[in-house]
């Protein structure tokens, strides 16, 4: 069956500017995970949907980062007044529940120029 | 405090043995997971232990001590392809169930 996607694989944008990360998760996953991965890191926790409440947010850095899920499938994480510290690749990852294993997407891979 | 350590970087021959370890230090432990993750592609899971013993998975073990906060994932027969990072994480209580995750070992298999 279809794995996680997210999209675009890849953005490439300006310090200041809005971005949209998109992931689809599989079928059926009721939690759904954000993350971001800098070179040589593990991935860095920073949203938890359950659903389509987000049941933890405690891993968003400031009030730049947004997400949300409003039909408790796809998630969007948005992103205002980039900066060059937010460059890395985004992951997101899906489970049946909080405590079973995460699939992982592919990444996006964000560079603010 | 959470504190999740693995060594940076192996090498390792190929149809060989090694073993990855990683400590942790968490607020109420519940459940330790291994990933691999290629270069430029997701995680992909591994293996799970939330009890102490060995569990194995064909060519991959993983080991777990709760008591010294201690973990290994031991690889036999290692092929070029388990060239990789293996990820080490963590779920704690105390962080509503999230994986806390460690940087990752990088593992290079020389022919």
């Known amino acids: 069956g279809a794995g996680v996607s997210q999209t675009p694989s890849n953005k490439v944008t300006e310090k200041g500017k809005y971005v949209e990360l998109r992931c689809d998760p599989i079928?059926?996953?009721?939690?759904l995970y954000w993350y971001r991965q800098s070179l040589g890191q593990g991935p860095e926790f920073l949203i938890y949907?359950?659903?389509?409440?987000?049941?933890?947010d405690s891993g968003l850095p400031n009030d730049r980062f947004f997400a949300v899920r409003p039909e408790g499938s796809v998630s969007t994480l948005k992103i205002q007044r980039t900066e060059r510290g937010d460059s890395a690749v985004y992951l997101c990852?899906?489970?049946?529940?909080?405590?079973?294993?995460?699939?992982f997407g592919p990444g996006t891979r964000l560079t603010v120029l | 405090g959470q504190n999740i350590d693995q060594p940076t970087e192996m090498t390792a021959t190929e149809g060989a043995i090694v073993q990855i370890n990683c400590t942790y230090q968490?607020?109420?432990?519940?459940?330790l997971f291994w990933y691999q993750q290629h270069a430029g592609e997701a995680p992909t899971f591994l293996s799970y232990?939330?009890l102490d013993g060995l569990e194995e998975k064909g060519r991959f073990s993983s080991f777990l001590s709760r008591s010294k906060g201690y973990s290994y994932l031991l690889l036999k027969e290692l092929q070029m392809k388990d060239s990789a990072s293996y990820l080490c994480?963590?779920?704690?209580?105390?962080?509503?169930?999230?994986?806390?995750w460690g940087a990752g070992t990088k593992l290079i298999i020389k022919p």
């Open positions: 990852a899906s489970s049946p529940d909080l405590y079973n294993e995460q699939f």
């Open positions: 079928s059926g996953h009721t939690a």
């Open positions: 949907f359950q659903g389509t409440g987000a049941a933890d």
């Open positions: 968490t607020s109420g432990f519940n459940g």
């Open positions: 232990n939330v």
């Open positions: 994480a963590v779920r704690e209580r105390d962080s509503n169930y999230q994986l806390i």
